[in-house]
């Protein structure tokens, strides 16, 4: 029996689904029905009805709807009036009415008749799927949301509720009254008040907005469209702090300002503390003892985990569980009330203080959050003291004279000799460590990766993984030495090798640490990035930061030790060495232990520098706008980098500023962008820089032939040359420079270029790529390059190419300037065939020194160079 719903129709039917005409289940019952019989006695018990469609009003100029019903084999008729089929009984035919407007008048008089009634969406729906017309006892336009089950709570509207039921319905979705988490699928909550809205918060069922249904209607007649897709209902969540008036008690000025403006992000408003329209007061618990005002009853007060909680589950979190208490315990009461009246000196109340609040909280174990007092040697020899660095041999023997320890307790040691205090440091260090490691695992790690997460997964996979890394293997190898550093701490003897266990994981350290050390920068920037663009990853920052196990230390100060730590355990292991005599067995292996660290450190920062150079890459690739794909491999590493200017017409004009970034096989060209146009947002919402350069050329070192050290005189300072022969070319080309950066040498410069075209080649004499020649063979200088008269004359020609490239829709204008002879030239000057000809053979005339075109001022003069058949070809030189 289905639920009864508080909310009915004019014509007496339940806004609940009725199980007994629900589609699914009619076409269940008739298949039961018939399942038993053979085909002589279904046709004996029921003759064969057949289906056809009457296609009412609009419905029936729709082609599309036409074909669909030819698919199914289905036959139709046309009509704009519904009255001529009567109440639509026929012993012959089963109707089926489809209709556009479900709010016309004909759709109401087939409702009241029992009529079956789609939408062309649902029709076409079935088509696509070659299956048969659902049967339905309500109109059903779409299948929207088809196998969805939606609740309602909060709404006291019950036209609202109504409107709101109908499309749910027209879209082939479901109702129902109760919130049973095995079938509802949605909850449409209009507060956040009430026990569906928390069951649903519990079970994790999406919580969502009346406009989810409306704006689902809106798409009804896309039949590849369905309302369920998280994609389209993320938008519609309800936010955790609709209907909340918050307010916050103890929080600094800046911390309050960032929580009221989360407060509106997520649906509620703030007003100033003891507002009575205030709902929550939020208190930072650690800084307020007493509130400042008796508060309501209808007033909660929480503490601030409620408010970063609610954030991350994107849901309203129940406040009894973090309902604000004062801090004061009765036995905390009675004993600072005892040490008031018994001791009359203040600075003795303080210490007896501190000593019986610590007995209060039982705090006497030593924790590496953070570094706190060491007890003193006067507690008995437990073995927290046994392992504690504080106690000096000279103390553990006093102590053991002047205390008999209890039976429980580890039995006092003899004096202990210096390898055996730094073997126990050793340990303890190890066991601080390793809690850290379990600590960011626990609290961190394991609550993101967990499944069915309230509001869906916080970060995504890849996130975590570039956060964590391999911590899981370096606290698992860990966990084992701290394993085997007890049971040598436990079980002394001087004979006892450190080194042993430190080799025995020597391997997989290896393994372990480099994927995480190599990568660790990379995951600070993804958790930044993160706690700024994702609010739930941010609140569960806060929460977690706040636990006394992190010791108020944030995330990234916790993931930093791992950096740290190999360092740290070779420093200790050499003062063992120190200490260790030199006929004992062990300083040999603890050599080898120290080495094999080192081994370990060395292997790290190999790895680090291969990917730091790979990441160089991706830098000039995004520095660069334009820059080949091809520049992306594996084996190639940026060696060095380079500010010049351009002497030449080559490869860019004369005056440009050029970067060059040399790799050890290639040279990249690139020159300064005179406008920047955009910025680069990656799939994560990473906004970059907007690319400083625009690429001119990709050159393989192989085709540079000859490196020229041009001598400095007083109209050239600080240039070299690059003789150049591109396949594109049949004569070499000559690309000079003027080197700009001050901290950059020269020779040093040009030696590391010849060395890498050298490698290139594989010729062993780079030096010999070296020839030192004088400034006028090479018709290059450096003198007035920063003039005004020249800054002017590369304005003149940058201007003259924006002209002449606005009469050209290609990189070769030969066309437009044949017109422009033609229609301007002078008789004489007809044959622009011959002139371009001519102007070509004057271009290729030298092959070292670049022709200098005599004026950029006029349009003709612009293509006196034959240039981009190699700086702006169009198909690149790798």
């Not at 080194?499 to 393994?511: C, P």
């Not at 032939?705 to 022969?725: K, M, S």
């Not at 890498?756 to 390059?785: G, Y």
């Amino acid at each position: 029996m289905a639920d009864s719903s508080i909310v009915t129709l004019g014509m007496g039917r339940s806004l609940v689904d009725s199980s007994i005409y629900d589609s699914r289940m009619a076409e269940t019952t008739k298949e039961q029905f018939f399942m038993g019989l053979h085909t002589e006695e279904t046709e004996d018990v029921l003759p064969r009805v057949e289906t056809r469609v009457v296609l009412v009003g609009e419905a029936g100029n729709c082609a599309e709807l036409e074909k669909a019903l030819q698919d199914i084999n289905t036959p139709c008729i046309k009509t704009d009036n519904v009255r001529d089929f009567g109440d639509g009984e026929n012993c012959e035919f089963e109707t089926v009415f489809v209709l556009k407007d479900f709010q016309a008048p004909e759709c109401s008089f087939l409702y009241k008749n029992d009529s079956r009634i789609l939408g062309p969406s649902a029709v076409m729906y079935c088509a696509s799927k070659g299956e048969p017309l659902p049967f339905s006892s309500r109109p059903l336009y779409s299948m929207t949301m088809l196998n969805l089950s939606l609740c309602f709570t909060g709404f006291r509207k019950k036209d609202e509720v109504v409107n709101l039921v109908n499309l749910v319905h027209h879209m082939g979705g479901t109702i129902r009254k109760d919130f049973d988490s095995a079938k509802v699928t949605h909850l449409i909550a209009h507060s956040t008040h009430g026990e569906k809205y928390r069951l649903a918060v519990c079970m994790g069922t999406p919580i969502l907005t009346a406009e989810w249904i409306r704006k689902a209607w809106e798409h009804r007649d896309d039949i590849n469209f369905h309302a369920g897709s998280e994609e389209f209902r993320t938008e519609f969540k309800v936010p955790p702090f609709q209907d909340c008036v918050l307010s916050f008690l103890g929080f600094s000025e800046e911390e309050k300002t960032n929580m009221e403006e989360r407060t509106q992000k997520h649906g509620g408003w703030f007003q100033a503390v003891g507002d009575e329209r205030c709902t929550h007061l939020v208190v930072e618990e650690n800084s307020i003892k007493e509130l400042p005002f008796t508060p309501s009853k209808r007033l909660y007060v929480v503490k601030q985990e409620w408010f970063w909680g609610s954030i991350q589950m994107d849901a309203r979190a129940g406040e009894s569980m973090y309902s604000y208490e004062k801090s004061e315990s009765p036995a905390m009461k009675k004993a600072v009330s005892l040490l008031s009246l018994t001791t009359p000196n203040s600075c003795r109340k303080r210490r007896r203080l501190r000593e019986t609040l610590a007995q209060l909280t039982k705090e006497t174990e030593i924790s590496p959050f953070p570094p706190r007092k060491r007890p003193s040697a006067e507690h008995s020899l437990s073995m927290g003291s046994l392992l504690d660095i504080s106690n000096t041999p000279d103390t553990c023997k006093s102590s053991g004279e002047n205390a008999r320890p209890p039976k429980s307790s580890t039995p006092a040691l003899p004096k202990q000799s210096a390898r055996w205090q730094v073997s126990k440091e050793l340990y303890q260090t190890e066991s601080n460590y390793v809690d850290i490691l379990a600590t960011v695992l626990q609290l961190f790690k394991y609550p993101l990766d967990r499944e069915g997460q309230v509001g869906g997964p916080i970060l995504a996979q890849e996130e975590i993984k570039t956060i964590f890394g391999s911590i899981p293997d370096i606290y698992e190898v860990h966990t084992r030495i701290k394993a085997d550093l007890e049971q040598l701490v436990m079980n002394w003897s001087e004979e006892r090798s450190v080194g042993d266990i430190i080799l025995k994981y020597s391997k997989e350290l290896v393994k372990a640490y480099p994927p995480f050390v190599n990568f660790f920068e990379m995951s600070k920037e993804t958790i930044v990035r993160c706690e700024r663009q994702k609010p739930r990853f941010h609140a569960f920052l806060k929460i977690n930061q706040a636990k006394p196990e992190c010791g108020r230390q944030t995330l990234v100060e916790l993931l930093i030790r791992p950096v740290q730590r190999l360092p740290s355990v070779a420093l200790l292991l050499n003062d063992i060495k120190k200490h260790t005599s030199d006929d004992n067995p062990d300083k040999v292996t603890l050599e080898k232990a120290i080495e094999s660290l080192k081994e370990v450190m060395t292997h790290i920062n190999e790895d680090k520098r291969k990917t730091e150079g790979q990441k160089q890459i991706f830098d000039v690739v995004y520095e660069v706008d334009g820059c080949p794909a091809n520049l992306l491999s594996s084996h190639r590493s940026l060696v060095h980098r380079v500010e010049t200017i351009a002497l030449g017409d080559k490869p860019c004009d004369k005056g440009e500023h050029v970067t060059l970034f040399l790799f050890n096989d290639c040279l990249e060209i690139a020159r300064k962008r005179h406008k920047v146009i955009t910025t680069f947002r990656s799939p994560l919402g990473q906004t970059r820089p907007p690319a400083q350069l625009k690429h001119i050329a990709l050159m393989p070192l192989s085709q540079i032939r000859r490196v020229l050290d041009i001598q400095d005189t007083e109209e050239c300072q600080n240039a070299f040359a690059l003789v150049v022969r591109p396949p594109t070319e049949q004569e070499n080309l000559l690309f000079s420079f003027q080197l700009t950066a001050e901290d950059t040498l020269k020779s040093a410069w040009l030696k590391t270029l010849c060395r890498q075209v050298a490698n290139t080649i594989c010729r062993a004499d780079a030096e010999d790529l070296i020839q030192s020649t004088d400034p006028d063979s090479v018709q290059v200088s450096t003198k007035d390059m920063d003039s005004t008269l020249s800054r002017a004359s590369r304005a003149i020609k940058k201007t003259s190419k924006k002209v002449t490239r606005a009469f050209s829709f290609t990189k070769t204008p030969k066309r437009v300037l044949q017109r422009a002879f033609l229609a301007n030239g002078t008789p004489d000057e007809k044959s622009p065939g011959l002139d371009l000809d001519r102007m070509g053979r004057m271009t290729s005339s030298s092959t070292l020194a670049a022709v200098h075109s005599p004026s950029m001022v006029n349009l003709s003069s612009a293509f006196e160079r034959k240039y981009h058949t190699f700086s702006r070809s169009t198909t690149h030189l790798i």
